[in-house]
């Protein structure tokens, strides 16, 4: 991986990547996610040759060169041979990979070890890197290998190399290669590649001097709605400098016309869709962020200006768990996560017994002054972790597992943290929806927070169930902690982020109504999604906290009303 | 019925004969014997009064009219704001326009306004050259904003911690609203490198003492006026509103006027602290209304003890000169301190230091 | 000296917005033709359970009125409905003639006439009996007026003659959180003469207090009618039958019957209710 620049990584990155990718752009910085793309993309690379033999041995032999002139025959050779076991070494050409010795050996590096292996026979070799020397090359010449790459890709068993291929085609098919690309696509299965394929074919027929296939390539891309083919297809409808269309067939300017529409159908409905799962993604995480609060706000009347370093305590727990992972059981490293779920729980639960022993529960009639003190909690936690783990950001590496990126559907896809940071949403609800409503805890806290006096009489210790309420509803902080660490930046200062806005969301969903709450993270996130791009990021916010306010005049019990007679005066 | 008396008499009966004499006495401190010791004793001297604590003195000041203007409304009225460091910044941004104007040779604008791709002030700018429109608009700017604020929200009838939390969403929206540079208050760097005011460089160590003075001078008054307020019938309304809302609203009150009232009249002396810091400190960005700065704020009140408009002026003395120097000596601690200070005072000082005798009393007598 | 104009200036502002406040309570309030208060066919429902159902009542000028029924009869919610503070779904209110209830805000309510006793005694608890008092008393309720406001000698004896009424002289710069269940219900009913109201919506006066207590609230109710219109909620059987001309009851939101507390006792429904028989 060292050995690639992370602009180069991003480009072959970009490359693996299906269609267009919703950007998961905030809280990952540039080199992230070039890392997480060059990652895709080392999957799909052989970084050996299973061992070459006759023709295609005689001919990458030849490669042993400073000459660009050999090597431009060499490639051209390769491509006359067309020969799939070649591909790794035509790859480690492109990449810059490819060296050799004195001895003359062909010889490829991995890139993830930085090992050498023999380009002939596929051993590994050991060589001292001052002795090798690299292949000079052309930009001519690599242009030309990164078709001849997808070609041969193409006839790979693994899909995710087919696409790989086809999608190198589909941006830059060659003329030669159309019978082979008819011929391959009528033995594709795949209906992604397949769709690349076509494509690539269609965008070769274009040019096609029989207007029969030209139209017939407009009606193919017609049929994919292909976003990437638009401009060609409008680069039809142009008239030349006598004001003479550039396309002669009328027929074939109608379907031009026709599949032009049809693409634009297809990408607003694209955008619509992106921007909806993208705002709900964004709920969910405001949702996370403000589940806990709900809980410990909304039934308890406690306003805990803390919650933001609940958040962080569990982000932080999540940075832990990670560590001690990759310390003593790296082979489990991928299911870290799963651990340190119930330990941020845990720990964040732990954290909030110990606020609300030590300090709120003298202070359960004086909201105002719970809100005070609890800010100088935050403060003492913000500044014990700065102590603790430094004031920089730590660095979190999400499981293989959870950095890849998931297609809903063509044009639409989403990282695999933020969908699972979906889930994760519903997961907890469902949970906390759970106890509340089918447990005795749940009950009791129930009991409690409608009335104290009552439940004390029916035997229940107000007393406790404040203290396993706080615990609890800090614990569905921590979880959310763990949320967060997987998709923003994880330091000192990450719950600062979130207070206004998880308030913003209890008081907006009525306090004391989970459900409420639900729905208007959920609301805010797809809201403050479609405001963005009309008056972007910022202005959006502000519009959105002038629009509480507006609500919040309109129906002061929030969306859901609490039922019952609280909300009396004094 | 209301008695045409002489407003002299009303002004006298504001406190008794001997917090006069103490009021005179701290006036005549910070206007006669500070400039002395700063400006006609030699440096080596014991009682000489270096510029450098006239400035931060100066500074408390401000921090102090803005500890009086929120507890009018918290201590009084019952009403925690957490979004005055938006008035105060607001009108430390009004100051800071006027100053940016007065730093700009004729016929040139700042980098941050070419930036914007523009070539002549925005017009929002444009009336701020003149001083005195400034000075009008230091109150105006924090005032308007409170009072449209305060409509919706206080005749909406929000209260109590909510009320607290809207107040922090506008902060902290005011704030994001001003990092923008498109919006044309100079980004996150804000407002800096001011030249002259009135035609003194505010950069003289005289001018600085001026300040001083012109401080001291404004917080006395502000108290004063806070004093006037919270004596009359009116300030026994606002302790009524505190208690009882609704039970005032059945008396015949309507208390969205009450409490409109004090909530603009307590913006506007935020935006007089914050127009009189920004030249003593030379600079005025958006962190000032960062929703923490605003918190900060309640402590000082809380500390000195609310309701008492002496407490607000020592319990901002006391956090400031605190914060001073424990973030130069042990810049780590800083937070613990000020963290652990909001926990104690809410849990072991409900009444601030001004309660604290009778907390004792009441102690001893148990 | 601009400055004290713009705030006289701002002072007259307000007047001009007095139309709105129906400040004065006589010239508004036009009971010529017969009673003061009016409500016609209110309906209240809470999710569904309807506290006030179709509720008709009227109360004459000078009338004191007794209301009494089974817990959640209702009785706290038409007072609700009468003050403002809460608004029924149907019906009409009016006070006189010319007021009507359901369109006015809480406190203008309150100033055109109609002073209320809460169930749970609430008094200012910071500020002292004697402010208490201060704070009630009939004036006008403007900001600026009441930032000049000083009390002179005729309204100081005013208070000082409801403080020796409700036996709260010595307290009088105690702040009233300090003062006892029965002496803040004491305080309340001193609040509500200082406001001098036309009509009093008293809701359980003497719950928590002693029974000379109690007969000396009996006294200065009935003393009271005739000047002023009232309407008593009490529980306690004994104080009503010490006060009551007319009783009404009301039984799942609205009335069940009305007449002298003889007749009520006779009445087979009332016994139903309130005997379960
Ligand atoms: N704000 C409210 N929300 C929901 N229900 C209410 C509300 N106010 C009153 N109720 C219900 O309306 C019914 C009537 O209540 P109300 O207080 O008027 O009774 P009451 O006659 O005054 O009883 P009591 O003698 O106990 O004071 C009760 O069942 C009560 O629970
Ligand atoms: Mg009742």
Redesign the pocket.
Known sequence: MRGLSWKGAILLGLLMVPAVVVADTDGMSADERAEKLAEQQKKQTQTRTEGLSGEAASIVERLATDDWQAINDVVEELEALAAPETLPVLQALSDRRLYFDEQGRVLIEDPATGEYSDAITGETVEVASENLSQPTLTNAIRRGIRPLIGQLQLFSDDVATRRAGAEELADRPRPEMLGRLKELRAEESNPEVLRLLNIAIARLQLDASDSEERLEAVEVIADVRSARMKSELESLLETDAQGDPVEPDAAVREAARDAIEAIEERQSTARFLSDLVYGLSMGSVLLLAALGLAIIFGLMRVINMAHGELLMIGAYTTFIVQNLFALMAPQWFSFYLLAAIPAAFVVTALVGILMERGVIRFLYARPLETLLATWGISLILMQTTRVIFGAQNVRMASPEWFSGSVQLMQGVSLSTSRVGVIAFAFFVVALVWFVMNRTRLGLEVRAVMQNREMAAALGVSANRVDMWTFGAGAGVAGLGGVALSQIVNVGPELGQNYIVDSFMVVVLGGVGNILGSVFSALGLGVFSKFLEPVAGAVLAKILLFVAIIVFIQWRPQGIFAL???AG?DD | MLMRQPFVMRLARLHSGFGWAVLLLLTALALVVVPLLNQFVTPDSALYIPDWLVTLTGRFLCLALVALALDLIWGYTGILSLGHGAFFALGGYVMGMHLTHNRMETGTIPNFIQFLGRDDWPWFWVPFQSFWFTAVMVFLVPGALALVFGFFAFRSRVRGVYFAIITQALTFASMLFFYRTETGFGGNTGLTDFRELLGFSVREADTRLVLFMLSAVAVMLSYLLCRYIVTSKLGRVLVAIRDAESRVRFTGYNPLRYKLFVWTVSAMLCGLAGALYVPQTGVINPGEMAPANSIEMAVWVALGGRGTLVGALVGAGTVNGLKTWITAAYPDLWLFVLGGLFIAVTLFLPKGLMGLRQQMAGRSKQ | MSMMDTLRELGKREEVFSFLQHAAPSPALDTRHGPILYVEGVTKS??G?R?LDDLTLYIDDGELRCLI??????????M?VLTGK?RPDTGQAWFGQRLNLLELPEHVIAQSGIGRKF?KPTVFEQLTVFENLELAMHASRGLWTSLRWRLDGEQQDRIDEVLALISLTEQAHAPAGVLSHGQKQWLEIGSLLMQNPRLLLV??PVAGMTGQESEKTAELLTSLAGKHSVVV?E?DMDFVRSIARTVSV?HQ?SVLAEGSMDEIQSDARVREVYLGE
């Open positions: 039922k019952g007679r009396d | 809470f999710d359970f506290a029924g089974p817990n959640g009869a209702g009785k706290t919610t038409l609700d809460t169930q809701d359980e909620v529980h009301l939101g």
